[in-house]
């Protein structure tokens, strides 16, 4: 069985531009998380969906968008890139938001110049 | 006060040797706990779940619960150098209906041959 996939797995982007990170979970997992992680700390949730809708947002500026679509997969948009906005982002998997262990992608390596 | 917390390390054990990693967490109302290791240039991959008090044991790996100090803990028995890796301690923190796995900063093991 396929795991978590993401696309693409490196990105280099300038400030102010735009960019959109893709994620499918593993089949027959309904749950998928967005985190943000830099060099040396752990991943910071950004987003979480199940079912469509949002059911968690981190704390991060509205620049940052996120949706998943009826097959679930998720896309992760953000706008006006910033220097500190490079990292890796990670997608994650679930069959649902409570006890569920997470099953992780192997990241976009973002780098904003 | 940070949601959950672990310290940085590195930790440094020999080969053969039991390496303690700990974590704590702020709220109470914690129902489930993970341990995610993840290897340089990696993402994290899971390798421990526990959910009541106690212990939980997985081959090298015991896992340790103790909701009324708010801790967990993990244990690697005969330390390999294979093990060198980042341990993530996760937390799945109530909010808003929903849970969200949040993640410490990770501690920094190495084992030396």
């Known amino acids: 069985d396929a795991g978590v996939t993401q696309s693409p797995t490196h990105l280099i982007k300038t400030r102010g531009q735009h960019v959109t990170l893709r994620c499918s979970p593993i089949?027959?997992?309904?749950?998928v998380s967005w985190y943000q992680q830099v060099l040396g700390q752990g991943p910071q949730f950004i987003f979480q969906?199940?079912?469509?809708?949002?059911?968690g947002r981190g704390n991060f500026p509205d620049r940052f968008s996120a949706r998943q679509f009826p097959n679930y997969s998720s896309e992760l948009n953000v706008n006006a890139l910033l220097l500190g906005d490079s990292a890796l982002y990670l997608c994650?998997?679930?069959?649902?938001?409570?006890?569920?262990?997470?099953?992780f992608g192997s990241g976009t390596q973002l780098s904003v110049l | 006060q940070k949601e959950v917390e672990q310290n940085s390390g590195p930790l440094s054990v020999p080969e053969g040797a039991i390496a303690s990693l700990n974590c704590t967490y702020s709220?109470?109302?914690?129902?489930?706990f993970f341990w995610y290791r993840q290897y340089s240039g990696k993402s994290p991959e899971l390798i421990m779940s526990?959910?009541?008090?106690g212990d939980k044991e997985d081959g090298r790996f015991t896992a340790q619960l103790n909701k009324a100090s708010q801790y967990v803990s993990l244990l690697i028995r005969d330390s390999q150098p294979s093990d060198s890796a980042t341990y993530l301690c996760?937390?799945?923190?109530?909010?808003?209906?929903?849970?969200?796995?949040?993640f410490g900063r990770g501690t920094s093991l190495i084992v030396h041959p």
């Open positions: 089949s027959g997992h309904k749950s």
């Open positions: 969906y199940y079912e469509k809708e949002e059911r």
């Open positions: 526990i959910y009541s008090n």
């Open positions: 996760a937390v799945n923190l109530p909010s808003g209906g929903s849970y969200i796995p949040t």
């Open positions: 709220d109470r109302g914690s129902q489930s």
């Open positions: 994650a998997s679930s069959l649902g938001t409570r006890d569920e262990k997470l099953f």
